[in-house]
C-alpha cells in the first residue's frame, strides 16, 4: 500500500490492507488445514519467514509479515520453532513465485497449529492481508489479538503501531507491513494501489 497523507486525527485504528479482513478478535482456534502440499526437514533458516528444506526447496510461511528489531531477531524467532524439525506443508498451491519458492503453512509433527499461529501469539509477527483462505485468516488473526491483549513480542513495546500524525516514521517504513492509527480522511484506488488519506 502506498500512502498519502492530509491532515489528521487520531481516533481510529486502520491496519494498512486489513481493513477488510476479519476483526482482530477471531478466536484462535478456527480451523486451518488446507490441503497437504507435501514434507521435508528443515535444512536452514534463511529469513524471518522462509527456510530451505534438505531436499533444497525453499519455503515462505504464507500469512504472515514478521517483525522484530533486527532481522537476526526474526530468523532466531524462526529458527527456535524449526530447525532441525521434519514439518508438513499445507495450501492452496505448490506452485514456486518467481523467485523460486513455496508458500505454504507449516506444521510441526502431531501439531494441528501451524507455525505461523505460535509466531503470531508470541508476537513474533504481524497477520498477513493477503490470505484468501478465511479459516486460515481467522486462526492467523486470533492469535496475533492473543498477543496484542497480553503485549506479547512485538506488542509489549509501543512503535508497533503508528501515528498517521508522524509521517515521518511511517516513511520510515516503506516497503514494509505497518500499522497505522490515524482518521481516514479519503480512499482512492489506482490501479493496484489503493492511497489512504489522514
Request: proline letters at 5%; aromatic letters at 6%; charged letters at 20%.
Amino acid at each position: 500500500m502506498v500512502l498519502s497523507f492530509a491532515k489528521s486525527r487520531p481516533q481510529l485504528v486502520c491496519v494498512l490492507a486489513c481493513v477488510l479482513l476479519a476483526d482482530f478478535g477471531a478466536p484462535a482456534s478456527a480451523a486451518c488445514a488446507p490441503p497437504e502440499l507435501g514434507e521435508g526437514h528443515v535444512a536452514e533458516i534463511i529469513g524471518g519467514r522462509s527456510f530451505r528444506l534438505d531436499d533444497g526447496r525453499e519455503i515462505r510461511l504464507a500469512g504472515i509479515e514478521p517483525v522484530g528489531a533486527t532481522r537476526a531477531d526474526r530468523i532466531n524467532a524462526l529458527s527456535a520453532l524449526l530447525v532441525g524439525h521434519d514439518v508438513s506443508l499445507r495450501g492452496a498451491d505448490d506452485a514456486p513465485d518467481r523467485y523460486g519458492r513455496q508458500t505454504a503453512f507449516v506444521y510441526l509433527p502431531a501439531s494441528d497449529t501451524p507455525v505461523q499461529a505460535q509466531l503470531l501469539s508470541a508476537g513474533a509477527a504481524l497477520a498477513s492481508p493477503e490470505l484468501e483462505d478465511r479459516d486460515c485468516a481467522a486462526a492467523l488473526l486470533g492469535a496475533e489479538s492473543e498477543a496484542r491483549q497480553a503485549q506479547r513480542g512485538t506488542w509489549a513495546v509501543n512503535s508497533v503501531i503508528k501515528n498517521a500524525e508522524s509521517p515521518d516514521d511511517i516513511l520510515a517504513g516503506v516497503g514494509r507491513f505497518t500499522v497505522v492509527e490515524g482518521t481516514v480522511l479519503s480512499v482512492h484506488q489506482s490501479g493496484a494501489t489503493a492511497y489512504l488519506n489522514f
